[in-house]
């Protein structure tokens, strides 16, 4: 019985663990783009979400962690972009006719780096101030609707 109070004391009594972050921010994203197969075959995929570290894909193409790719960007802020990557993981998704595949860039440039680091972080304030301003056209349209039921 006392070992169960042992047990049962450690548990509520253990630190909570620090919040995980991330070494890079990230944003959601849609964007059409190529992966090149270690076979030399290209295939298209959507990239879902996007970080400095690495990216999060779709594709229809079963492809296989561990293996080395390049990820090739159509049109990002009007530049086609190239990026060494391997695929850490490959998931698939319900209901079966996609995979979710988790990339992890491998050698990026300086130059590279600053790119990705700097149209991510343009992003991200041009969705929040996309989002504060939807928030002000809604305080503003409930401020005129409250006016006209108060007269």
């Given at each position: 019985?006392?070992?169960?109070?042992?047990?049962?004391k450690r548990l509520l009594l253990r630190r909570a663990p620090d919040r995980y972050s991330r070494r890079w921010p990230r944003i959601s994203v849609s964007e059409?783009?190529?992966?090149?197969?270690?076979?030399?075959d290209d295939k298209p995929v959507i990239v879902n979400q996007l970080s400095v570290g690495g990216a999060r894909i779709q594709t229809t193409a079963p492809l296989r962690a561990g293996d080395s790719v390049e990820l090739k960007f159509d049109q990002i802020e009007g530049r086609r972009q190239s990026i060494a990557a391997r695929i850490v993981y490959s998931l698939r998704e319900n209901p079966g006719y996609y995979?979710?595949?988790?990339?992890?860039?491998?050698?990026?440039?300086?130059?590279?780096?600053?790119?990705?680091?700097?149209?991510?972080a343009a992003e991200q304030?041009?969705?929040?101030?996309?989002?504060?301003?939807?928030?002000?056209?809604?305080g503003a349209q409930g401020d005129g609707s409250t006016a006209a039921l108060e007269s």
């Open positions: 019985m006392r070992f169960l109070f042992d047990s049962v059409p783009a190529q992966v090149r197969l270690p076979s030399g995979f979710a595949c988790g990339l992890c860039f491998l050698g990026l440039k300086p130059h590279e780096t600053q790119w990705l680091a700097a149209y991510i304030g041009r969705r929040r101030a996309a989002a504060a301003q939807a928030a002000e056209a809604r």
